[in-house]
T-cell receptor
Framework: AQSVAQPEDQVNVAEGNPLTVKCTYS??????LFWYVQYPNRGLQFLLK??????LVKGSYGFEAEFNKSQTSFHLKKPSALVSDSALYFC?????????????FGTGTLLAVQP | GAGVSQTPSNKVTEKGKYVELRCDPI?????LYWYRQSLGQGPEFLIY????????DSGLPNDRFFAVRPEGSVSTLKIQRTERGDSAVYLC???????????FGPGTRLTVT
């Protein structure tokens, strides 16, 4: 079974500092990995995805993620955090075992950026 | 363009009642997904439509849950004899096809009292 894990319930960072939100995966075969962000009372917004190619993926709002096959990780990063980045972040893997391509999500990490 | 819309945004119902939740996908998107997000958890897959047919309903928790998409566009998730454990945010997502990126709606927050 495919899964992702987000080991941190919450990450605190000061505005202007770099941020990292961790994600590890467990899949058979090549993974299709995603990051989504959820603001209060709003739906999930797509940030970026890794399908194949470069291990460093650039996405929306200045976020990027590094795919590391040996460590089975896909950590989300941003060089300089903004207070407006405070939100709930979800890592997900696409289930390629069947015809659905449904997403399997982690439990989420709350990012709090202090001014 | 218009994104995925869901109505109502909030629904409060009494235990045992029947509810319907509506999803309006992005125009032209053939793939439609329903997910359920319980408090403190990530979204969990419920059902997937390709066109009008439910291609995968393996995530539906029991036979009280049912969903339709009769014309291949709007979808309705139906829950019979609601229970307090059904309280959650129900998310809908659509995609140009099953391989495409999924775009999520704002969700319907269901509270069963």
């Amino acid at each position: 079974a495919q899964s992702v894990a987000q080991p941190e319930d919450q990450v605190n960072v000061a505005e202007g500092n770099p941020l990292t939100v961790k994600c590890t995966y467990s899949v058979s075969g090549n993974p299709y990995l995603f990051w989504y962000v959820q603001y209060p009372n709003r739906g999930l917004q797509f940030l970026l995805k890794y399908i194949t190619g470069d291990n460093l993926v650039k996405g929306s709002y200045g976020f990027e993620a590094e795919f590391n096959k040996s460590q089975t990780s896909f950590h989300l990063k941003k060089p300089s955090a903004l207070v407006s980045d405070s939100a709930l972040y979800f890592c997900a893997v696409r289930d390629r075992g069947g015809a659905t391509n449904k997403l399997i999500f982690g439990t989420g990490t709350l990012l709090a950026v202090q001014p | 363009g218009a994104g995925v819309s869901q109505t109502p945004s909030n629904k409060v119902t009494e235990k045992g009642k029947y509810v319907e939740l509506r999803c309006d996908p992005i125009s032209g998107h053939t793939a439609l997904y329903w997910y359920r997000q319980s408090l403190g958890q990530g979204p969990e897959f419920l059902i997937y439509f390709q066109g009008t047919g439910a291609a995968d309903d393996s995530g539906l928790p029991n036979d009280r849950f049912f969903a339709v998409r009769p014309e291949g566009s709007v979808s309705t998730l139906k829950i019979q004899r609601t229970e307090r454990g059904d309280s959650a945010v129900y998310l809908c997502a659509s995609s140009p096809d099953r391989r495409g990126e999924q775009y999520f709606g704002p969700g319907t927050r269901l509270t069963v009292t």
